[in-house]
């Protein structure tokens, strides 16, 4: 059984571009959390997310920033007109839709803003 | 949300045991403790979590106090792969909003010397 896949690992972006960021969830989980971590700080909260919908999106900033998980496909989490503070890696973790005991945790994305 | 603290860093000799503190004076009754490990580069791991009995699995240990308001994760034996960066996080447990939405702090940061 897969872990949750994040892809791609790395993504290097100039200012003003848009990132795209993938996550697929283990097989059989059917709720995603993405979660940002800045340089030297810890993970922070941004969005959950089960099958088309969002559940809670208090973490995330409020513009430039989406988060989808369609029927089918990965959950993206997308940033428009990137700027430097953006740089961080980006986390996606699952858990399954019975009780959340814990979440499974991808390897994430690097994501560097020129 | 429930805060916890931890020392920002430990060390340890490798094949010796670790015992790592968290404080959290205004836990709720409801709050389950959670710990989750980093290891450089990568996304979180789940460790082990319980609400007040102590708990035991393959990883570590889990010893709560009579009062919940600390507890202690124990690595029976630390090896070389078990350099982390170590989070305590308070958390409601099951479906629901609150579920994964994990807060994160500072954790603390295991060195573990040969």
């Known amino acids: 059984n897969a872990g949750v896949m994040q892809n791609p690992r790395h993504l290097v972006r100039r200012r003003g571009q848009e990132a795209r960021l993938r996550c697929s969830p283990m097989k059989g989980h059917s709720h995603v959390y993405w979660y940002r971590q800045l340089p030297e700080e810890g993970l922070k909260f941004m969005v959950y997310?089960?099958?088309?919908?969002?559940?809670?999106e208090s973490g995330m900033p409020k513009e430039r920033f989406s988060a989808e998980f369609p029927k089918e496909g990965p959950s993206i989490l997308r940033i428009q007109q990137v700027v430097r503070g953006d740089s961080a890696a980006y986390f996606c973790?699952?858990?399954?839709?019975?009780?959340?005991?814990?979440?499974?945790f991808g390897s994430g994305t690097q994501l560097s803003v020129l | 949300d429930a805060k916890t603290t931890q020392p920002n860093s430990m060390e340890s000799n490798e094949e010796e045991p670790v015992h790592l503190p968290c404080n959290h004076s205004t836990i709720s009754g409801t709050d389950y403790i959670h710990w989750y490990r980093q290891l450089p580069s990568q996304g979180p791991e789940y460790v082990i979590h319980g609400l007040t009995s102590n708990v035991n699995n393959r990883m570590a240990s889990l010893a709560i106090a009579e009062d919940r308001k600390s507890s202690t994760l124990i690595l029976h034996r630390a090896t070389l792969r078990d350099a982390a960066v170590y989070y305590c996080i308070l958390s409601l447990l099951g479906f629901g909003v609150q579920g994964g939405k994990l807060i994160f702090g500072q954790g603390t940061e295991l060195s573990v010397k040969p």
């Open positions: 973790a699952s858990s399954p839709p019975t009780v959340m005991e814990k979440l499974f």
């Open positions: 997310l089960q099958k088309e919908n969002i559940i809670d």
